[in-house]
Antibody, heavy 119, light 107 residues
Framework: QITLKESGPTLVKPTQTLTLTCTFS??????????VGWLRQPPGRALEWLAL???????RYSPSLRSRLTIIKDTSKNRVVLTMTNMDPVDTATYFC???????????WGQGTLVTVSS | DIQMTQSPSSLSASVGDSVTITCRAS??????LAWYQQKPDKAPTSLIY???RLQSGVPSRFSGSGSGTYFTLTISSLQPEDFATYYC?????????FGGGTKVEIK
């Protein structure tokens, strides 16, 4: 059974860097099924994909946010970390980590964590 | 980027009704299309992948069809627990993109 859970700050100030951690179980960070990504959803709006890291270390980013995002895997623990620089109030959203099945659909989601950007 | 357009954006229906949601891709994606259900303040859950394949545990009243640029999600007999927002998503190419969502409300 795959589970994922997001952790990080609930409030960040404009221009600060957001760091979110996804802790998962049911697969290993070194396994060939370790395809973990991040998505977000502003209040009342649609889902937006942000980034994904494969078990090989290959990473993919949303082109519109690429310059602000970094996704890494913590090989000592079952964790994936996302950083987003220069946060703005428009980045206020619920951030989800999720597992992608091979090169297919997203099959498991974390519960999400609401991040508010405000001074 | 591939744009995903869902319609309608919302609909009202009664328990027992059959409803169909459409999703159009701005370019062909073969059958690399998934559908998700999201209830208020919850994470999405996967319903369908490969345009028509049900995830394990998803009731058979849900069905998906289509290929290329036109896809549909049909709920054959709405149940109270089906009132939610539904999203389509293409995973043919990066960036992964979602439709704007269809909210299914109780009439």
């Amino acid at each position: 059974q795959i589970t994922l859970k997001e952790s990080g700050p609930t409030l960040v100030k404009p221009t600060q860097t957001l760091t979110l951690t996804c802790t998962f179980s049911g697969f290993s960070v070194t396994s060939r099924t370790m395809n973990v990504g991040w998505l977000r959803q502003p209040p009342g709006r649609a889902l937006e994909w942000l980034a994904l890291i494969y078990w090989t270390g290959e990473v993919r980013y949303s082109p519109s946010l690429r310059s602000r995002l970094t996704i890494i895997k913590d090989t000592s623990k079952n964790r994936v970390v996302l950083t987003m620089t220069n946060m703005d109030p428009v980045d206020t959203a619920t951030y989800f980590c999720a597992h992608r099945r091979d090169y297919g659909e997203i099959d498991y989601w974390g519960q999400g964590t609401l991040v508010t950007v405000s001074s | 980027d591939i744009q995903m357009t869902q319609s309608p954006s919302s609909l009202s229906a009664s328990v027992g009704d059959s409803v169909t949601i459409t999703c159009r891709a701005s370019q062909g994606i073969r059958t690399f299309l998934a559908w998700y259900q999201q209830k208020p303040d919850k994470a999405p859950t996967s319903l369908i992948y490969g345009a028509s394949r049900l995830q394990s545990g998803v009731p058979s009243r849900f069905s998906g069809s289509g290929s290329g640029t036109y896809f549909t999600l049909t709920i054959s007999s709405l149940q109270p627990e089906d009132f939610a927002t539904y999203y389509c998503q293409q995973y043919s190419v990066y960036p992964l993109t979602f439709g704007g969502g269809t909210k299914v409300e109780i009439k």
